[in-house]
């Protein structure tokens, strides 16, 4: 089975071919983090207008690269939430279109099952069932996955997520935006100390997380002081450590209470280094394994797309004809593959 995948949840138009046998084949990603930067942050208008623009060229350049010929696909999965709803749509819409212009199933994937479900694309895959640390610039989750399609939360953010926590004190810090990235590229330079942030709900038992009083804490260092290099260098470090440290300290009781040994961890944030290492460093110790998407695909793509659409049209799942985005959509509520 040969799938064509679109994503246009949220900033990033993208299209990939992934076959079952034979793996990926292409993906294309245009950013439009450019054409929102001068507002600071997604504005859904632009984002939906560009993805109508940039969706079919990076559709036709991902068959081209993939040496494949829309009479060779199997089917068409596209992103239908959660996320912006006219982002959604416009890449609903095409893939739909272009699905029944083919004549072949179309189904719409979860972006937070595209996320979970990207690291199945690297060589070593995770076993199931799993633990799963997904966080991005709209979600702090810990999920138990039994299987494909069988989530349970077991802990989220009660405010901001981590990687809101990255772009809202990298902001303050006079970056642009998505600054997450660029933060942590800046605390390279920081000096360890210097300044120390709150790591909320760390000694409270269970696992949900806060992040909204780390823009607070990083505004009181801030204030009434001049902004040099070595002060944003050594803030920069102080928050990434406060949330990395957070985000270890809480994968790690998840891993306990579950008594997991493999834990996936995927989203944007994911793609951090130092997160990167300290995990991997901490469940090594605790006797766990941790996988992660190539750190291409922890940011949206549409290879996840694929892959969790393929999963699902192999298994003989599609939708109707309509044309239909969710907003919202509980990612608890998804069934199976055998369902
Ligand atoms: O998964 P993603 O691309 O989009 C969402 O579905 O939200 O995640 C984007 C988030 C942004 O907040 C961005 O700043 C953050 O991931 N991010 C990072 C890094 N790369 C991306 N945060 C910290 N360090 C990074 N290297
Ligand atoms: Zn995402």
Redesign the pocket.
Same mark, same amino acid.
């Given at each position: 089975m040969r799938v064509l995948a679109i994503e246009s949840s949220?900033d990033e138009s993208a299209a990939a071919v992934l076959d079952a046998r034979a793996g990926l084949l292409a993906h294309e990603l245009f950013s439009q983090a450019e054409l929102h930067r001068a507002y600071g942050g997604v504005v859904p208008e632009l984002a939906s207008r560009d993805h109508v623009r940039r969706l079919l060229p990076l559709v036709r350049r991902a068959l081209e690269r993939a040496g494949t010929g829309p009479g060779e696909l199997h089917g068409i999965a596209y992103t239908a939430g959660p996320g912006l709803i006219g982002a959604l749509l416009s890449g609903a819409a095409l893939a739909r279109s272009l699905a029944y212009a083919l004549r072949l199933p179309a189904i719409g994937v979860h972006?937070l099952e595209g996320?979970l479900l990207a690291p199945l694309l690297e060589p070593e895959a995770p076993p199931f069932p799993h633990l799963a640390l997904l966080v991005? +610039? +709209?979600h702090t989750l810990l999920i138990e996955v039994a299987a494909i399609g069988s989530y349970r939360v077991l802990g989220a953010s009660r405010d901001d997520a981590a *990687?809101?926590a990255?772009?809202k004190s990298a902001k303050l810090l006079g970056l642009p935006y998505? +600054? +997450?990235?660029q933060? /942590?590229q800046l605390a390279e330079q920081g000096r360890a100390g210097a300044f120390s942030f709150p790591r909320p709900m760390i000694d409270r038992p269970g696992l949900e997380f806060s992040f909204s009083g780390l823009k607070t804490a990083v505004r009181h260092a801030l204030h009434g002081r001049e902004l040099t290099a070595q002060l944003r260098a050594d803030v920069a470090r102080a928050v990434q450590e406060a949330i990395v440290e957070t985000l270890v300290a809480k994968s790690l009781r998840a891993l306990e209470y579950t008594a997991r040994g493999a834990l996936v961890v995927s *989203? *944007?944030?994911s /793609?951090?280094r130092l997160l990167r290492e300290r995990l991997s460093a901490a469940a090594g110790r605790a006797g766990a394994r941790v996988y992660y998407p190539r750190v291409e695909f922890s940011?949206?793509n549409a290879a996840m797309i694929a892959m969790a659409g393929l999963k699902r049209l192999e298994a003989g799942q599609h939708d109707g004809l309509a044309i239909q985005a969710r907003a919202q959509w509980p990612l608890e509520s998804l069934r199976g593959l055998a369902a």
């Open positions: 949220c972006h996320h991005s +610039g +709209g *990687g809101e990255f772009d998505p +600054g +997450g990235p933060l /942590a *989203g *944007g944030v /793609a951090n940011t949206d």
